[in-house]
């Protein structure tokens, strides 16, 4: 009698355990909805008041055996995972997003193919200052047989009363160093005004850390037929990187290059902290080539090499330093660009440095 007792208690627990696996997952696809709603109006994130609301009425409603406490954590684990499947899916649904594109994205600039498993330099001043010393840097550039230079015609720099950059001028003088000496010029653009202006002058936008999330900048970038190098805020998480770059592509513009430049921490020794863990990470999640900053996320010239070499060994596509012909009269970042014989030095250096890495 107390068995056949047991066994009808047992099959009614059965029984409930597959009605709660059929609302769990109702709940489940009712959440997504939700999601995709939320998507349409730009807003992915998690509600706290929404969540307080529902924990409120479940206990409310509550009358045993259970103890608050218990139904409070079994139902935020519920909600726990409703939530991840919305992020589950809005990955999924982003455009940069490997899960979208498994295959990498090579982004062309002038015949140079990103992303094509080479790993590429971008060597240059910090600033544009004149002719000359933009032509310095090129010879020295060209003799490595690279084909990127960088120069910033637009500097966001900490204080107003710094050095602002030469404008067009800047962008002008590129232009025709990129002619004389067959080269690919990078420059910042920081206003969405400027990115029509730029696309006669320069084969790379690229947009600062300080402006990642310059929406309007982004969209605007996202509207033109160029490569956009899109630099790391310098206290952005990745998710919030991927998310700027995603601004850029989904205006339909898929020529964007990640740049990790170092982020903001406690830690003084440096300028920034390179993050360097965020190039496999970046691989991973999203199929756009990867660069590393080593000037920016240093700011220490005795750490270029190492860090550069520790970019090549991760495996990110590119490697992007400063150098100025006579860094002590520079008008920025005077502390941490080389010279050209440090240039030479580091380019020979680092070109064993690839040598090892093919023989291992
Ligand atoms: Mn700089």
Redesign the pocket.
């Known amino acids: 009698m107390s068995n056949d007792r047991l066994d009808e208690l047992r099959a009614r627990v059965d029984e409930v355990n597959l009605q709660i696996l059929k609302l769990i997952n109702e709940r489940g696809r009712l959440v997504q909805e939700i999601g995709k709603i939320k998507e349409t109006q730009g807003t992915y994130r998690y509600d706290p008041v929404r969540e307080r609301k529902m924990l409120d009425l479940i206990l409310e409603y509550n009358d045993g055996p259970f103890e608050t406490a218990t139904l409070k954590h079994i139902f935020k684990e519920i909600f726990k995972a409703g939530l991840e499947l919305q992020e589950d899916d809005h990955r999924k649904a982003l455009l940069v997003s490997r899960k979208k594109k498994p295959e990498n994205t090579i982004v062309n600039i002038k015949g140079e193919k990103i992303g094509d498993g080479n790993q590429y330099f971008v060597m240059g001043p910090?600033?544009v200052e004149s002719y000359e010393q933009v032509a310095e840097v090129a010879k020295a550039v060209k003799q490595h047989g690279l084909k990127l230079l960088r120069g910033?015609a637009y500097k966001p720099r900490t204080s107003p009363y710094d050095f602002q950059g030469l404008g067009v001028e800047g962008l002008k003088i590129l232009k025709r160093i990129a002619a004389e000496y067959d080269l690919a010029v990078i420059s910042e653009i920081v206003t969405p005004a400027d990115i029509e202006t730029a696309l006669d002058y320069i084969d790379v936008i690229q947009i600062g850390a300080r402006n990642m999330q310059n929406f309007e900048l982004l969209k605007a970038a996202g509207q033109v037929n160029k490569p956009v190098l899109l630099k790391r805020g310098l206290a952005a998480t990745i998710e919030e990187f991927i998310n700027a770059a995603e601004y850029i592509m989904s205006q339909g513009n898929d020529q964007i290059i990640l740049c990790e430049r170092g982020i903001r921490t406690y830690e003084r020794a440096t300028r920034n902290t390179l993050d360097i863990s965020a190039v496999p990470i970046l691989k991973k999640e999203t199929h756009l080539p990867v660069f590393v900053d080593v000037?920016?996320s240093t700011g220490r010239r005795d750490l270029l090499l190492p860090c550069a070499k520790a970019a090549l060994a991760i495996g990110a596509d590119g490697v992007m330093a400063?150098v100025h012909p006579d860094p002590a009269v520079a008008l920025?970042?005077s502390a941490q660009q080389m010279d050209i014989a440090q240039f030479n030095e580091f380019m020979e250096e680092l070109k064993s440095f690839q040598r090892q890495m093919v023989k291992a």
């Open positions: 910090c600033a910033g000037t920016h400063e920025s970042d």
